[in-house]
């Protein structure tokens, strides 16, 4: 089982950038693709970013596509968003996801476990 805890969201300005991070608990954190998705009020979970167990291959969605970049560094059980150029519809509440599958990672029930969000508020 693995616990996430997100952080560092907040307030920035349209064209700024933020980086958000998500810390796992437990020794096979290396082993899980990790997903960013984000949930704006009223609208649907989305999906934004994924990244292999290896951190090998990553996956965008073609809306933050060259404005977002996810990492993860597996000696810290953390993965990263990285979020530049960011404009007032990036506004959502931020969460990160594992999961032991190999594909679909765009897909909400692909992930087993979440975390509690973190707030990214971009103002115009």
């Known amino acids: 089982q693995v616990q996430l805890v997100e952080s560092g969201g907040g307030l920035v300005q349209a064209g700024g950038s933020l980086s958000v991070s998500c810390t796992g608990s437990?020794?096979?954190?290396?082993?899980?693709?990790m997903g960013w998705f984000r949930q704006a009020p009223g609208k649907e979970r989305e999906f934004v970013a994924a990244i292999r167990w290896n951190g090998v291959g990553t996956y965008y969605a073609d809306s933050v596509k060259g404005r977002f970049t996810i990492s993860r560094d597996n000696a810290k059980n953390t993965v990263y968003l990285q979020m530049n150029s960011l404009k007032p519809e990036d506004t959502a509440v931020y969460y990160c996801?594992?999961?032991?599958?190999?594909?679909?990672?765009?897909?909400?029930?692909?992930?087993?476990?979440w975390g509690q969000g973190t707030q990214v508020t971009v103002s115009s």
């Open positions: 996801a594992a999961t032991l599958s190999s594909t679909r990672y765009y897909l909400v029930n692909t992930y087993n476990y």
């Open positions: 437990g020794r096979t954190f290396s082993t899980y693709a």
